[in-house]
């Protein structure tokens, strides 16, 4: 392994034992760079949230390693609209992107059908377009595969199996019996690749756990304040019946979480949400917040950034496969404090 993963691997290496994660990492391959001037785009699909700032950290350090590396300069951009739910900003960003005609896109797109076309432009263009995490497909399928250079993604089936497994965890630590009970499903948004989230989680839930019955799936829009919303209804409706609550994403459990504080609802209830910010952070150390399956964004952001540099660079795609998984892990207030699982929620450029 060469001298510029060094430090990031000092932190992950506990991750990758525990996931079980390896990869042919581009970090391996020799280069003959020398200088030069390259440019490179990252578009975000939320410029205001803390997710896919992680994933931006693990680019800037993958970008500083390899300017100090091969001795090169990378002309950097960012760029994206403030919201997730901003489909129509994602796309005429991407737009922008491609009119600037950089070396290399990284990206993720939560909206596939509008991304395709500007997939497929800006790689006719010869830009070469990596995703991170949310791409034109699950992962492992090569969906739109012309379309792209590399994918490195997170199993959103994967995400909804460890989900149930950390809220069976939790019950079993509480002493609550699996023999009934009511979980509250709650989710930001319908999509192709999130609604595996839910899925794994129901099917983990059907096998381990068949007496235990799931709501419907509540959709809040990406809206804090919707999700509170849903969750005080769903804590209504289904009373001393309701043993917890799991949340597809970050922005989903934090209404969640306002929902069961205001209820005072931190013992005898278990609730797990996805992917890690300061809110949930908070609600696991006071007991509101059972458990967080935490995606490693720094991973991704840095492979993806690598992958775009050395492509760009040696002019071929570095990694044997195109599509790359980086496993989640379950983060409780077990191993909340642990160096690596400390840095993977709150990572920094060394």
């Known amino acids: 392994m060469r001298k510029k993963f060094a430090l990031f691997l000092a932190v992950a290496m506990t991750i990758s034992t525990v996931t079980g994660f390896t990869t042919a990492s581009a970090a391996e391959e020799e280069t003959s760079a020398d200088g030069g001037t390259y440019s490179i785009i990252y578009l975000t699909p939320s410029t205001a949230s803390d997710f896919w700032s992680q994933v931006e950290t693990g680019i800037q350090q993958a970008m500083k390693d390899y300017e100090e590396e091969l001795g090169i300069t990378i002309e950097y951009q960012s760029m994206g609209p403030a919201e997730e739910s901003d489909a129509e900003g994602y796309v005429e960003a991407f737009e922008n992107a491609i009119a600037a005609a950089p070396d290399a ?74 023999d009934s009970g009511v979980i509250g499903m709650q989710m930001n948004m319908e999509n192709a690749a999130l609604d595996y989230r839910m899925q794994g989680f129901a099917d983990y839930m059907a096998e381990n756990a068949p007496d235990l019955t799931l709501t419907d799936i509540q959709y809040n829009g990406n809206d804090s304040a919707d999700a509170q919303t849903d969750a005080e209804a769903t804590i209504s409706a289904y009373g001393d019946e309701l043993i917890g609550i799991y949340s597809g994403n970050n922005v989903t459990c934090d209404g969640v979480i306002a929902a069961l504080r205001a209820a005072g609802m931190s013992e005898g209830f278990v609730s797990v949400g996805v992917d890690s910010d300061d809110v949930e952070i908070t609600a696991l150390s006071e007991g509101y917040l059972s458990a967080i399956i935490v995606q490693d964004a720094f991973t991704q952001g840095y492979y993806c950034m690598e992958n775009a540099i050395l492509t760009v660079v040696n002019g071929e795609n570095p990694e044997s496969e195109q599509e790359v998984n980086v496993p989640p892990v379950i983060v409780t207030n077990d191993n909340i404090n642990d160096d690596d699982i400390v840095f993977m929620m709150s990572p920094y450029v060394q």
């Open 105 to 178: 896109i990284v990206t993720a797109t939560l909206n596939i059908d509008p991304t395709v076309p500007k997939a497929k432009e800006a790689t006719e263009a010869g830009i070469v377009l990596n995703f991170v995490n949310c791409g034109l497909g699950l992962g492992g399928e090569g969906t739109y595969a012309e379309y792209y250079n590399e994918f490195y993604y997170c199993s959103n089936t994967t995400i909804g199996e460890l989900a149930a497994e950390a809220f069976l965890d939790a019950m079993d630590a509480a002493g609550m019996s699996t």
